[in-house]
């Protein structure tokens, strides 16, 4: 059974349609949400007991030996609320050092979500290990709602070349 999508013009289904678009280019763009299926390698858990918070988390990453393409993430870390309530300051495991960026919330109000603010960008913390990583993160997550994490470009810095005097 497929979509109806003569319903994408109704006001109030319009943000799912909307959704769905997202969704579509994000799994497009992506080939690590891909192209390892069904090869367990692509998958691996980062929390699925947390029992008291109702959060689960795991990251999709491509296949050993595999590169992305320009622009696109060796990984992503997909993170899912299933409570009603915020979490503010959920720390959990990280699959790899440095900044990490949402790149989606199911929570944005264009999607017909509460807009609860979730985290834009958060950075590893390298001193404290959490579930099984060798460092973690802290972020907040928007209730009921799916965060889509992908690592954040590594800034180079400029160079400090002096301008030449006429």
């Not at 050993?64 to 720390?91: F, K, Q």
Request: hydrophobic content about 35%; overall charge negative.
């Amino acid at each position: 059974m497929g979509l109806d999508w003569y319903l994408k013009e109704d006001p109030e289904r319009a943000p799912f349609y909307g959704f769905v678009g997202e969704l579509g280019r994000l799994y497009k763009r992506h080939a690590c949400l891909w192209s390892s299926d069904p090869d367990p390698e692509g998958f691996q858990w980062i929390t699925c007991h947390d029992r008291e918070n109702s959060v689960v988390a795991y990251e999709r990453r491509l296949p050993d030996g595999a590169s992305p393409e320009p622009g696109h993430s060796e990984h992503l870390v997909v993170v899912l609320n299933l409570t009603p309530v915020p979490r503010e300051g959920y720390r959990m495991g990280a699959p790899r050092a440095g900044a990490y960026r949402a790149i989606l919330s199911t929570d944005d109000e264009r999607f017909g979500g509460s807009g609860y603010p979730a985290s834009a960008e958060v950075v590893t913390d390298g001193d404290r290990p959490w579930d099984g990583y060798h460092q973690s993160m802290v972020l907040t997550l928007p209730p009921l709602a799916a965060l889509v994490l992908a690592p954040a470009p590594v800034k180079k810095p400029r160079s400090k070349t002096k301008a030449k005097s006429p």
